[in-house]
């Protein structure tokens, strides 16, 4: 019974994936490919063998949903805590409320926003560069091994990026309109990937800041001509009123705590401390034990969250999946570093790039081990995918139509 609960929302999904495809024919073909490739790895999970990063959270996420749904949805309503690590677990209880236990219809949910991710990337790829690009970000993010893992799996991953996509839709428009509608839909795709994992409160924050910094230049630089932009000054006392919040430590997030907790160098010192243990570390020299240390040390840990594991820290067999993950985030970072001077030169492209360095520099704090960096990375790497865009080299059955 609880296979045909899970067929059906694979059927629901793969329905809604076709009038999508029709919707727009254009990237038709790599929809059906992301739906398939990640249907027969949901398959071979949930019958041949266990995929990795499919045990430890991922079961506990899943038990937790059927602890809070099994006693109807009342319960489900009555154990909403917000933003918390639990949030995926209360959000798949409202499913497991109505149509009982399954845990192929909770994958289908994963893979509905997996979906939902092949798409919003194609479409921030036409909105950043062209049309030829965005499909060749769509194939890549269609078929990149990590994110096709946590698109069939009970992980908070892929909805991370699905959010993250919209917040970006509305960092891009804003750097093209910087009109109001594009700052509450980042702010909505930011708030909406802040409810399952706190950290990513660093993207809003950063945006703010930017936004900020803007519209500070922009009316205040009017006067010596006697004269405020009326609009940019508004945007100016809003983020003030934001990042005052936050400073006031008024604002209290999961991972992050409020200002004070997240700007006590003692408490990041002791994070990385903590995290830094077990057979997949990070060097323990890595650890931050000193001001002068998280100055120098950050960018060590953060290149080691996302480069590795590097050759010789291979102790086990399944270690191996973990270096061609970091060759594909190498390959990548490389194209962005090639592609440095466009990137810098266009807003949108700037902003993204530098609300990326701070997650990367954030998550290297708290990231110890590269068993987790592998996970917590694919938080990112659409990000990273749309930066490299123009610089990734097509697929063999892709070819592009050359113009008479």
Known sequence: ???????????????????????????ASI?????????????????????????????????QAWDIGQQGFSNVLMNFEGPDSRFISWLIA?????????????????????IGCVLLGWKLGHMLWDNYTAKKIAWTIALFPSLVLYSVSFLREVYVCFFLLIALYGVISWAKTEDYKSIIIAMFGFIGAVFFHGAMLIGALIFITIICTTSFKKSFGLLKYSYI?????????????????????????????????????????????????????????????????????????????????????????????????????????????????????????????????????????????????????????IMIILLAGPLIKRLIFYKRVSKV
């Not at 045909?4 to 009038?19: D, P, R, S, W």
């Not at 266009?346 to 701070?358: E, P, Q, S, W």
């Open 31 to 63: 929809l059906f490919v992301a739906f398939l490739v990640r249907f027969f790895t949901m398959m071979i999970g949930h019958y041949l063998f266990d995929l990795p990063d499919s045990d430890a959270d991922a079961l506990n996420f899943e038990k």
């Open 94 to 114: 409202i499913f497991y409320s109505f149509f009982g236990r399954s845990l192929l219809m909770a994958q289908s949910i994963s893979l509905f926003f997996g």
């Open 229 to 381: 932009r009326v609009k940019s000054f508004i945007f100016f006392l809003i983020c003030i009123i934001v990042l005052g919040l936050y400073i006031s430590n008024l604002i209290n997030v999961q991972y992050l705590g409020t200002f004070e907790v997240a700007s006590d160098p003692q408490n990041l010192f002791k994070k990385t401390e903590v995290s830094t243990k077990g057979i997949a570390s990070f060097p323990e020299w890595t650890i931050i034990n000193s001001p002068i240390e998280l100055i120098y040390k950050s960018p060590i840990r953060a290149i080691y969250f996302i480069f590795s594991p590097f050759p010789w820290e291979i102790k086990k067999i399944q270690h191996l999946i973990g270096i061609f993950d970091s060759i594909l985030y190498f390959y990548l970072s490389i194209l962005i570093f090639r592609n440095r001077a466009v990137i810098w030169k266009d807003k949108a492209l700037r902003y993204i790039l530098i609300i990326l360095v701070f997650y990367i520099l954030a998550f290297g704090i708290g990231v110890g081990n590269f068993g987790t960096a592998i996970r917590h990375r694919s938080k990112f790497v």
């Open 1 to 27: 019974m609880a296979d045909l609960i899970g067929f059906n929302a694979i059927a629901f999904v793969a329905l809604i994936t076709i009038i999508i495809a029709l919707r727009v024919p254009s990237i």
